[in-house]
């Protein structure tokens, strides 16, 4: 193949996953496909269109990238749902937020394990370096779609036995703490970036490899401001939206 070929290829290529975009997203716009609905599959449309499914797929990207489309494991190419608004006032439950919004909300322990506490996790705990640390995993649902996944650190000393109250309270923190007495908490700070999904963190939220997520940084504190709960957070960056909310309740 000539090099004249291969970039007359090339550009054919850009114009079709341009086209089969611009038609998805006219078809979106004229309410072919409501929200949540699937649109066909990379090999359907690309033997509609008569391209490679890497076209399609470019398509896909570029209709994701524009925000009217999310792309998942198992569950394909969906149009856009509205994001779900998770509120970061001075308490903090996902439970709670998606209660507001009649969305249930649920979540799963994943593993547990105690651990030595390396030096920055033991500060923002307000505990010596090499303190014995709970490593709890966990992972939240909203309305059966995975909505974010966490590792929290605790002290193994204040909270004794947390792996196994963390599990009967449904791998809710807010009923944990209820065990040990503490009947209420407060947000201490939260630290937001954003980055791209690992293999790990794309599957348990099916969501692609690679695709953006916010990840949240916390500290949960008692009333009187002691430390007691660091937990880092990833969140589909495509189903959440952050909304800051410093004197709320």
Same mark, same amino acid.
């Given at each position: ?16 996953? &341009? ?32 391209? #490679?499914? #890497? ?10 990238? &524009? ?15 509205? &994001? ?19 969305? +249930? ?46 590792? #929290? ?13 963390? &599990? ?46 916010? +990840? ?12 007691? #709960?660091? +937990?880092?957070? +990833? ?15």
């Amino acid at each position: 193949m000539t090099r004249t070929q291969a970039a007359t290829q090339a550009g054919e290529a850009a114009t079709a996953w &341009r086209r089969i975009a611009d038609e998805i997203e006219a078809a979106i716009g004229r309410g072919d496909y409501e929200e949540g609905a699937t649109l066909p599959s990379s090999l359907a449309l690309a033997e509609r269109y008569g391209v #490679h499914r #890497h076209t399609v797929r470019q398509a896909f990207r570029h209709l994701a990238e &524009r925000g009217l489309v999310s792309v998942s494991r198992g569950r394909g190419t969906q149009v856009t749902t509205p &994001r779900f608004p998770y509120r970061i006032g001075r308490r903090v439950s996902m439970r709670a937020n998606f209660g507001k919004l009649g969305v +249930v909300g649920s979540s799963e322990t994943l593993s547990t394990a105690q651990i030595v506490g390396d030096g920055e996790t033991c500060e923002a705990l307000g505990l010596q370096e090499g303190a014995a640390l709970w490593r709890v995993e966990g992972l939240s649902r909203g309305d059966g779609t995975p909505m974010g996944t966490g590792i #929290h650190w605790l002290s193994v000393a204040r909270f004794p036995g947390f792996d196994t109250a963390f &599990r009967a309270a449904g791998a809710s923190m807010t009923a944990a703490f209820k065990a040990y007495g503490i009947d209420d908490y407060v947000r201490l700070s939260t630290r937001l970036t954003a980055r791209l999904a690992s293999e790990r963190e794309a599957d348990l939220l099916r969501i692609e490899p690679g695709a953006a997520v916010m +990840v949240s940084l916390a500290i949960d504190a008692l009333p009187d401001l002691t430390p007691i #709960h660091l +937990v880092s957070s +990833v969140f589909a960056g495509e189903r959440m939206e952050m909304v800051v909310e410093p004197f709320a309740e």
